[in-house]
């Protein structure tokens, strides 16, 4: 076993280890338990009890009481208990393991809530929760990024400007420009596994939208913004292919070969689509989207079981760009 397997186990070993301590102190309730006891039914020393209880209080803020010697878990500083329907609680499950299918880094707020909520459930579901937990908890810690986040994060919840630089993906290697950014939105997305910035920029006058991996040095300033009554971002991402929906809409048309129209119409690739077969088993596909970036990546994932018949800008840029990559491969 290599050093960083080695991390990796430890860490998922305490995550679950600090799963069954919650458990164990909840289920005494008013009582406590005393660490010796709680190491016992762990299998572990007293001493490393004593640092699960403490772990508890400082990294998953779980409101922890000692007194006497008994350790237990303050009622009042819990959420009520929830009663959950199956399906709700299958929901929470299938959440949990769609989060862990794209996390790229080990999020300790993410763990924390995540066994908080696992721990409202009955099993099986409960187990699958804590199997998720472990999952998340073997990737690599990403501690710049977390900061990163939460300093964004605190500006969005309290209503403060925002100042950073920024390295946009078509700058030169090196190159930022600085940004003063009111935050009306941080939105994950599944695209590209990456979390974005949505505001107003006003070193641009408009809504932008910032990739927060590409966000350097950002800064909560003592200045704050009101929050346009008429700005209501999620319908305004309703627009996007993925998550840029600051871009002017555009009208597309595909058509689908008859070969590849069945696993296009199985899904519902936008809110705006509208699809029909034509009599030769084709289909054609519309939609209204903000930009042509992001679709312009998954027209091209088709391969050649599509045609974009509208707008002309996209049909050459795909045209284009499929072009280059047939001479790639014919000249090799």
Do not use: C
């Not at 459930?121 to 699958?128: H, V």
């Not at 696993?263 to 042509?292: C, F, K, N």
Request: no cysteine; net charge neutral.
């Amino acid at each position: 076993m290599t050093q960083t397997q080695g991390e990796d186990f430890t860490k998922s070993d305490r995550t679950a280890r600090l799963l069954r301590t919650l458990k164990y102190v909840e289920a005494v309730g008013e009582a406590g338990i005393r660490p010796n006891d709680l190491a016992k039914k762990l299998g572990v020393s007293r001493r490393t009890a004593y640092r699960d209880l403490k772990a508890l209080e400082r990294e998953v803020d779980v409101p922890i009481w000692n007194e006497h010697g008994r350790w237990g878990v303050l009622e009042s500083g819990l959420l009520p208990a929830l009663r959950f329907s199956r399906d709700e609680a299958i929901a929470i499950v299938l959440a949990a393991r769609l989060l862990a299918k794209f996390a790229t880094g080990y999020d300790p707020e993410l763990g924390a809530a995540l066994m908080k909520l696992g721990g409202m459930l009955d099993e099986p579901l409960r187990s699958a929760v804590e199997r998720t937990v472990s999952q998340i908890s073997q990737l690599r810690d990403q501690p710049e990024a977390q900061t990163r986040l939460r300093v964004l994060s605190n500006a969005w919840v309290n209503g403060r400007i925002l100042e950073f630089e920024y390295a946009a993906a078509w700058s030169s290697p090196g190159t930022t420009r600085t940004a003063r950014v009111h935050p009306y939105l941080i939105e994950p997305s599944a695209a590209t596994l990456a979390t974005y910035l949505i505001g107003f920029d006003e070193t641009r006058s408009a809504m932008r939208t910032f990739r927060v991996d590409r966000i350097n040095n950002p800064r909560m300033t003592t200045a704050t913004f009101t929050r346009p009554e008429d700005v209501e971002l999620e319908r305004t991402l309703a627009a996007a292919w993925d998550i840029v929906a600051d871009q002017p809409l555009e009208e597309i048309v595909l058509r689908f070969t008859p070969e590849a129209a069945p696993r296009a119409s199985e899904t519902r690739w936008h809110p705006s689509q509208i699809s029909e077969r034509e009599a030769d088993g084709s289909l054609l596909w519309r939609a209204r989207v903000s930009g042509l970036l992001e679709i312009r990546a998954w027209i091209l994932g088709w391969g050649d079981g599509v045609e974009v018949l509208k707008p002309p800008a996209l049909r050459d840029e795909v045209a284009r760009t499929l072009a280059t990559a047939t001479a790639r491969y014919t000249s090799a």
